[in-house]
T-cell receptor
């Protein structure tokens, strides 16, 4: 079945440093979504990537979808304390209706 | 527009007791999902429903049953609760390959 690996599992940074999390799939994906979950909260949608090689930006966040549509990354430039939380990728595969999460990267930002 | 509503928000059960977690969405989505999240862990899919009248097992279905009552409602039942089912449960809904919307979560403790 479809598997999605997300790395790293944890990342501790000083405020102002950059942060990147990666998702890798064993199969070609139809799309990939990224979510953020604040401590004690629920996952909230950030963005969806659909096209091969797609790059999208949201302020300090840059999202990329690989050429083969098997991997993706989320990069945060100059982290702030408000970036704290867990970042998940969610892979849309070929199985209709089934969404598989990556394990998530827990980001801690030290002021 | 309430989005995805889960009840209850908190629950404590004794081992062997049964309960049903309720979930309703008002966005006319076909797909609905139940996930569990253990401390420091990612979200694991329990069951999903790609459309009204259909349900399928996810990664961790043992000990759970689901009912897609209608297009709006998707319930999760624990027939005989076990301490290993202590977790936070999230319901979500989406259009096919679309953004997933999550409920606020149910924090379940089984003692």
């Amino acid at each position: 079945g479809q598997q999605v690996m997300q790395i790293p599992q944890y990342q501790h940074v000083q405020e102002g440093e950059d942060f990147t999390t990666y998702c890798n799939s064993s199969t070609t994906l139809s799309n990939i979504q990224w979510y953020k979950q604040r401590p004690g909260g629920h996952p909230v949608f950030l963005i969806q990537l659909v096209k091969s090689g797609e790059v999208k930006k949201q302020k300090r966040l840059t999202f990329q979808f690989g050429e083969a549509k098997k991997n993706s990354s989320l990069h945060i430039t100059a982290t702030q304390t408000t970036d704290v939380g867990t970042y998940f990728c969610l892979a849309g595969g070929t199985s209709y209706g089934k969404l598989t999460f990556g394990q998530g990267t827990i980001l801690t930002v030290h002021p | 527009n309430a989005g995805v509503t889960q009840t209850p928000k908190f629950q404590v059960l004794k081992t062997g007791q049964s309960m049903t977690l309720q979930c309703a969405q008002d966005m006319n989505h076909n797909s609905m999902y139940w996930y569990r999240q253990d401390p420091g862990m990612g979200l694991r899919l329990i069951y999903y429903s790609a459309s009204e009248g259909t349900t399928d097992k996810g990664e961790v279905p043992n000990g759970y049953n689901v009912s897609r009552l209608n297009k709006r409602e998707f319930s999760l039942r624990l027939e005989s609760a076990a301490p290993s089912q202590t977790s936070v449960y999230f319901c979500a809904s989406s259009r096919k390959d679309g953004e997933a919307f999550f409920g606020q979560g149910t924090r379940l403790t089984v003692v």
